[in-house]
């Protein structure tokens, strides 16, 4: 089933266009997105989830039209996201913050927190603090999740535990969208990768496509590595 159709997207901030004609399709699928600092990807993801407007183009949820539509709203037909910067209520308990979004123990069994449960936010580990954001958008029950750079910060131990409930969601069947830097662990979890930058998308394809992409190479891949 096609989830979610960005079409020619555009988006400029005054004179500068950050995304130019940006369109693709994920249906059943992990999908990557990377590409070098001011490529648009977080833009990207701000117009999608309806936290920026698009000035051109238009983007499609589940066959439905949903381009500048406030983020509740997308929220409750089902597209759920995490951000960059971690969001949670760090006074209170892990399982104080999933109640206050709705979910339930079953959301901290998925991401590995129920023994964290009666912990304060405030005291888990930046890995923990991940999995519990994404403990979050899993009790709105999205349809799609979108996760924002979510192995910055974590150890190499705390990326395998990521990495696992990643795995999990996609087994249990959840489309997933994930902008990342660190490629190594991105590519560990993705079926098929965009490579955006200024604004346009340079390749679309396989993981082990991309590492050997000339374009893809000289764009971002020379200066970072897997």
Do not use: W
Not at 58 to 72: A, D, I, N, Q
Not at 120 to 137: H, V
Not at 173 to 199: A, C, Q, T
């Amino acid at each position: 089933m096609l989830m979610l159709e960005v079409i020619d997207l555009e988006k400029k901030f005054g004179e500068l266009r950050v995304l130019k004609g940006v369109s693709f399709k994920v249906s059943n699928e992990c999908l990557g997105i990377i590409g070098p600092n001011g490529a648009g990807k977080t833009t990207l993801f701000n117009v999608i989830s309806g936290f920026l407007k698009p000035d051109g183009g238009e983007v499609r949820f589940r066959g439905e039209k949903v381009s500048g539509k406030k983020p509740s709203y997308l929220v409750k037909k089902g597209l759920a996201r995490t951000f960059q910067l971690i969001r949670v209520f760090k006074q209170m308990s892990v399982e104080e913050n999933v109640l206050a979004a709705g979910g339930s123990m079953e959301e901290l069994k998925v991401v590995g927190l129920e023994r964290k449960r009666s912990e304060k936010a405030c005291n888990l580990s930046q890995g923990e603090l991940r999995r519990l954001s994404i403990a979050l958008a899993l009790s709105t029950n999205p349809k799609m999740l979108m996760l924002d750079e979510p192995f910055s910060g974590l150890s190499q131990a705390e990326g395998k535990e990521l990495e696992r409930v990643i795995v999990s969601l996609r087994e249990s069947g959840i489309p997933l969208v994930i902008i990342e830097h660190k490629l190594k662990e991105l590519f560990s979890v993705v079926d098929r990768v965009i490579v955006l930058n200024y604004g346009e998308i340079i390749f679309e394809g396989l993981p082990e496509e991309a590492v050997r992409d000339k374009v893809v190479i000289e764009a971002y891949l020379g200066g970072n590595g897997i």
